[in-house]
Structures are given as structure tokens and as C-alpha cells.
T-cell receptor, first 113, second 114 residues
């Protein structure tokens, strides 16, 4: 499984945008970029995914570099509820892949009021 | 919105006892997973299950562990003889059949082995 690198922690102020970076220089052509987050004392939660193009959903935006070796999760207006550990995960959805998620340490996002 | 549920929320057991953790995945999902998270550590994959059989398991998932989908709705994880190091949060997850197969996680069962 291709590896991702994320900063251990980041801080943000409430109602400001947050850009969470992820490096994945060994990404392969069949790897989707997924982001999950884990709120305190909860199970992981799907946030967003992308393959090549930038993506938006109700939770966040995902900006993918042209060479796909890095990506950035963007929270447009951080709220206190967004304080969580954010995981950038590569998933190979090629034939035969079982879909397991390999979690790293993630980025712990602290949001200040 | 459909969700994955898990019972019990907290299970305390003595070392050497058998425990069964239960999960009800989202009803039209076909892929099922168990993960665990030891306190303060990262989430670890245990096993994936599809078409009534294990499709992949990690090194953690040794002979003490087993999974079952007994009745088409429940998905269970059994630990035959618990050890102290099995103490962790256990998360069940399920996913559908369409890309990108995002996984929906349950709230977890906290297992404490004394």
C-alpha cells in the first residue's frame, strides 16, 4: 500500500479556512485519495475522495496536485466540531482489492474559539 | 440516514474468556470490516469479509479471532480466549458495491480485558 505523509498536528481559529496537506509521492494510477476523520471518542468518518480532479462536497473540498503526488483537504470555515484527527489514505480499487483502509497517525486538528 | 450499529458499547471480560462483539451493517452493503484501536494508537485493520467469507486478514487476526454473518443482518467478531492486549476499541465498518467503496463505521465497542 502506498504511503502518505501528514503533519502530526495543526491549529486553526474558528470560522477560518483550514488547509490540511498530504504527500503521497508513490501513488499509483489506480489509487484513490480518501480522507477520513475521527472525532474524539467516535469511529472514523468518511469525508471526501478523489482520483485526479478537485472535488467538493458538503463537508470539504479536496485539491489534488496535477502530478497526484500531493493533495490538500480544505475545510472552508472551521467549527469547533471539526476538531478531529484527519487521515489521508490511498486506496487501490483495482481488481481483487478488498478495500481495507490503512490508517496512519493522521493530523490532529485543533480549532480555537 | 442509515448507520452502522454496534453492541455492546462497552464489554468487560476476564482474561481467557470468550467475547462476541456484534455489528449491524447498513442493510444493502456487501463488504464488511473489523478494525481495532488500542488507546492512544492508530486504527488497525483486522479483517474484511465479502460473500460470506474472509477476503483478507491482517497479522493481528490470528486463530483466536473469527468472524461470522449468522443471519444476513448481523456481523460478529469472536475472540476465543481474550488476552490483556486485546483491550481496545473495536470498530465495525461496511461499504457498498460502487466506487469508491467508502466505508461507514460504527461507534465502536470498548473491550476491557482484566
Amino acid at each position: 500500500d502506498a504511503k502518505t505523509t501528514q503533519p502530526n498536528s495543526m491549529e486553526s481559529n474558528e470560522e477560518e479556512p483550514v488547509h490540511l496537506p498530504c504527500n503521497h509521492s508513490t501513488i499509483s494510477g489506480t489509487d484513490y485519495i480518501h480522507w477520513y476523520r475521527q472525532l474524539p471518542s467516535q469511529g472514523p468518518e468518511y469525508v471526501i475522495h478523489g482520483l485526479t480532479s478537485n472535488v467538493n462536497n458538503r463537508m470539504a473540498s479536496l485539491a489534488i496536485a496535477e502530478d497526484r503526488k500531493s493533495s490538500t483537504l480544505i475545510l472552508h470555515r472551521a467549527t469547533l466540531r471539526d476538531a478531529a484527527v484527519y487521515y489521508c489514505i490511498l486506496r487501490d480499487v483495482g481488481s481483487g482489492n478488498t478495500g481495507k483502509l490503512i490508517f496512519g497517525q493522521g493530523t490532529t486538528l485543533q480549532v480555537k474559539p | 440516514e442509515p448507520e452502522v450499529t454496534q453492541t455492546p458499547s462497552h464489554q468487560v471480560t476476564q482474561m481467557g474468556q470468550e467475547v462476541i462483539l456484534r455489528c449491524v451493517p447498513i442493510s444493502n452493503h456487501l463488504y464488511f470490516y473489523w478494525y481495532r484501536q488500542i488507546l492512544g494508537q492508530k486504527v488497525e485493520f483486522l479483517v474484511s469479509f465479502y460473500n460470506n467469507e474472509i477476503s483478507e486478514k491482517s497479522e493481528i487476526f490470528d486463530d483466536q479471532f473469527s468472524v461470522e454473518r449468522p443471519d444476513g443482518s448481523n456481523f460478529t467478531l469472536k475472540i476465543r480466549s481474550t488476552k490483556l492486549e486485546d483491550s481496545a476499541m473495536y470498530f465495525c465498518a461496511s461499504s457498498g458495491q460502487t466506487l469508491p467503496y467508502e466505508q461507514y463505521f460504527g461507534p465502536g465497542t470498548r473491550l476491557t480485558v482484566t
